[in-house]
C-alpha cells in the first residue's frame, strides 16, 4: 500500500493540476465555479447518467451511505459515501456546511489510464467502474486520483460504481432511492445538468455563493451553497 500524503497543501496542488491539464477539453472552467453558464460547454458522452446531490438539503442522516454498504456488501471498515461536515462563521451567526466525498466519474478518469491492470474502465452510464476480481490492490490509482478518493484494501480498491447492477436494469443507485431528505437524485446527465442550474439560481437568494461544482461530464454533481474553493474542492 503506498504511502499517505497528509500535506494538504499539496494535495490541493494536484487537484489543480489536474482540473488545468483538463482544460482543453473545457472541464477546467467548469469545475472552477461555473453554474448556468457551463450548459454551453458540457457535452454529455452517449448514455451519459449522473447523480445529483443538493447539500442544501441533506441532513447527513448516512442513510445512503448505510444503502450503499448494504448493496455493495461492501467491508465494513470502507465506504464508498463519506461526508465532510464543519461550522462556518461565528456565534450567534454560525452556518453547518455538509458535503458529499465520493467518486466524481470523471469523464477523462486518470485512475483508468493508470490501472496497469485495466480493472478500471467506463461502465453503464459512463460511470467509472471496478472490475474486482482483476484488481490487485496496487494503489497506483489511489496515486493519481485528484479527490483522493479510492480507497485500498488487502486485495482490492474500493470507490463508488453507482450501483452498476441497478443502473444495468434501468434503476436507481441505492443511494438515491434511500435518500430520506429528497437530496438525491439520478438521471441522464443533460437533465440533471439543467435541474443543477435551476436550483443554484434558487438558492442564491439566501446563499450568494452557491454553485454547481463538477458541471462538465462528471458523473458525480454537487450543488453548494458555498463556492467549491470554500469546500476544499479545487
Partial sequence: MPEENDDNSAKKLDRRSFLSGSA???ISAALMGLSSASSNTARAAEGQKSILM????????QACRVACQNENEIDEEYSFIKFLSWEEGQYPDVEYRVRRDSCFHCPD???????????????????TTLEVEECIACGQCEQVCPFDIPEIGEERMYKCDACQHLVAQGEEPACVSTCISYALDYGDFDEMLEKGQQRVEELKEDYPGAELYSSYDFGLLLILTSPADEMELI
Fill in 24 to 26: 482543453g477539453l473545457g
Fill in 54 to 61: 443538493d447539500n442544501s438539503l441533506c441532513i447527513e442522516c
Fill in 109 to 127: 478518469s486518470p485512475c483508468i489510464n493508470q490501472c496497469p491492470v485495466d480493472a478500471l474502465y467506463k461502465g453503464e452510464g459512463q460511470f
